[in-house]
């Protein structure tokens, strides 16, 4: 047998680059861990895994933490600059700037710029905006280095570009290739996605999902959503669009969905539908915020209704379950704040409990980040993009302030 040829030097850097990417993916998966830990996951040796942390901590890409003042534990560190999370409403464009030198976070809307005369929630405003934001972040010494983009509703991931049947919602956005457009302006990093995975991403980074390799997140408030995580990725599929959980048919004679079809997922989960369903009642409130509070309180009618939704919601996830097998599933957006009034509504449905027939039911949960998920999602898709990360969502990033801060 002829012995096989040394790798080339190519082939070297080759692997250490596949082999350092493998170790930054399982720190943002696992958090700090030791270096015994990481050569156990990823089947390298000690010697590279020793080699590869020595490395990066010299690039500053991580740092050790000390445990029992014994053991180190390896964790990500963040930029020292400042990124950008974006997300694009119906009504609204909202920003966040992440600034990692001073440890503060900014938060800023469409409503605050009456000097940039755009339409609030079209292109040329997210421009705008992020230009402000750009031009802070200098300032405070703390450039700009990567910017995150959500998009309320279908996007396909590579151009940004709006699915056509949702345009009516966000009609600036038409025929758009947003990376172009905002690339153009802009050249630094820019990671595009919907809204529903940026905030899965968000909840398997650091939430219910965190080390799990086949996760679901459910996004439920104005619309509904699913993001995918399987083996540390968003799952998008082969158009960009997995995940439109909100848009699967559970009733063949239901309402007529905004997408075309009749009886979506959309029509009997999410807030417009819920407030409709207690409004038939005779008892109607205004936001899904008020139903949920209604049914805190003792209101039986409030409590109802969230549990039929959660049953309906407990009907497409069957589905989906079946078709993915996911071992966590998280319930966000405000029909989280409902928690178990939901969770119990969800798990009572037929088709949930039929599951256990098939196999292991996933572990079914509340997600633990509820308050701007999408947004705290895209920081860490960005932060990944940058090949960086944050081993937890610590204080400042969870703490909106408003911009008129930054200068106070």
């Given at each position: 047998m002829a012995t096989p040829p040394l790798p080339t030097k190519r082939g070297a850097r080759i692997d250490r680059a596949t082999n350092t990417k493998e170790i930054l993916s399982f720190l943002r998966a696992s958090g700090p861990s030791t270096q015994a830990d990481i050569a156990r996951a990823t089947g390298l040796s000690r010697a590279t895994v020793n080699h590869i942390v020595q490395t990066l901590r010299d690039q500053g890409a991580i740092e050790y933490q000390w445990k029992n003042r014994r053991e180190a534990l390896v964790t990500l560190t963040s930029t020292r600059d400042s990124v950008a999370s974006v997300i694009v409403r119906e009504h609204t464009v909202h920003a966040i700037l992440f600034d990692f030198t001073a440890q503060e976070r900014f938060d800023v809307y469409s409503s605050d710029f009456p000097e940039i005369d755009e339409p609030q929630t079209s292109p040329a405003m997210v421009l705008g905006i992020v230009n402000r934001l750009a031009a802070l972040a200098k300032a405070r010494n703390a450039p700009l280095a990567g910017i995150a983009l959500a998009i309320e509703g279908p996007v396909e991931r590579e151009s940004g570009a709006i699915a056509p049947w949702a345009w009516h919602r966000l009609p600036h956005w038409k025929q758009v290739n947003i990376r172009q457009y905002i690339s153009r302006h802009l050249r630094i990093p820019l990671v595009i996605d919907n809204d529903a995975n940026f905030a899965a991403l968000g909840e398997w980074t650091w939430g219910v999902g965190r080390g799990c390799n086949d996760f679901l997140h459910i996004t439920s408030s104005e619309g509904i959503g699913g993001g995918i995580v399987i083996n540390g990725r968003i799952y998008h599929g082969g158009t960009g669009l997995a995940g439109e959980?909100?848009?699967?048919?559970?009733?063949?004679?239901?309402?007529?969905?905004?997408?075309?079809?009749?009886?979506?997922?959309?029509?009997?989960?999410?807030?417009?539908?819920?407030?409709?369903?207690?409004g038939n009642t005779g008892r109607p409130r205004t936001s899904l915020r008020e139903v949920i509070d209604g049914a805190q309180h003792g209101d039986a009618a409030c409590q109802r209704v969230l549990s039929e939704a959660g049953q309906h919601l407990g009907k497409a996830l069957a589905t989906v379950v079946r078709v993915i097998g996911p071992s966590v599933i998280a319930i966000g957006g405000t029909l989280g704040w409902a928690g178990d009034i939901v969770l119990d509504g969800l798990r009572s449905c037929a088709e949930v409990i039929n599951l256990r027939a098939i196999g292991k039911a996933p572990d079914i949960k509340v997600a633990e980040i509820l308050e701007h998920a999408t947004e705290l999602g895209g920081l860490a898709a960005i932060l990944s993009e940058l090949d960086l990360g944050a081993s937890s969502l610590v204080p400042w990033m969870v703490a909106p302030r408003p911009l008129a801060a930054a200068s106070a």
């Amino acid at each position: 047998m002829a012995t096989p040829p040394l790798p080339t030097k190519r082939g070297a850097r080759i692997d250490r680059a596949t082999n350092t990417k493998e170790i930054l993916s399982f720190l943002r998966a696992s958090g700090p861990s030791t270096q015994a830990d990481i050569a156990r996951a990823t089947g390298l040796s000690r010697a590279t895994v020793n080699h590869i942390v020595q490395t990066l901590r010299d690039q500053g890409a991580i740092e050790y933490q000390w445990k029992n003042r014994r053991e180190a534990l390896v964790t990500l560190t963040s930029t020292r600059d400042s990124v950008a999370s974006v997300i694009v409403r119906e009504h609204t464009v909202h920003a966040i700037l992440f600034d990692f030198t001073a440890q503060e976070r900014f938060d800023v809307y469409s409503s605050d710029f009456p000097e940039i005369d755009e339409p609030q929630t079209s292109p040329a405003m997210v421009l705008g905006i992020v230009n402000r934001l750009a031009a802070l972040a200098k300032a405070r010494n703390a450039p700009l280095a990567g910017i995150a983009l959500a998009i309320e509703g279908p996007v396909e991931r590579e151009s940004g570009a709006i699915a056509p049947w949702a345009w009516h919602r966000l009609p600036h956005w038409k025929q758009v290739n947003i990376r172009q457009y905002i690339s153009r302006h802009l050249r630094i990093p820019l990671v595009i996605d919907n809204d529903a995975n940026f905030a899965a991403l968000g909840e398997w980074t650091w939430g219910v999902g965190r080390g799990c390799n086949d996760f679901l997140h459910i996004t439920s408030s104005e619309g509904i959503g699913g993001g995918i995580v399987i083996n540390g990725r968003i799952y998008h599929g082969g158009t960009g669009l997995a995940g439109e959980i909100g848009h699967m048919v559970i009733e063949d004679a239901g309402e007529l969905c905004f997408c075309g079809s009749r009886g979506c997922l959309t029509s009997f989960a999410t807030e417009r539908a819920i407030l409709r369903a207690l409004g038939n009642t005779g008892r109607p409130r205004t936001s899904l915020r008020e139903v949920i509070d209604g049914a805190q309180h003792g209101d039986a009618a409030c409590q109802r209704v969230l549990s039929e939704a959660g049953q309906h919601l407990g009907k497409a996830l069957a589905t989906v379950v079946r078709v993915i097998g996911p071992s966590v599933i998280a319930i966000g957006g405000t029909l989280g704040w409902a928690g178990d009034i939901v969770l119990d509504g969800l798990r009572s449905c037929a088709e949930v409990i039929n599951l256990r027939a098939i196999g292991k039911a996933p572990d079914i949960k509340v997600a633990e980040i509820l308050e701007h998920a999408t947004e705290l999602g895209g920081l860490a898709a960005i932060l990944s993009e940058l090949d960086l990360g944050a081993s937890s969502l610590v204080p400042w990033m969870v703490a909106p302030r408003p911009l008129a801060a930054a200068s106070a």
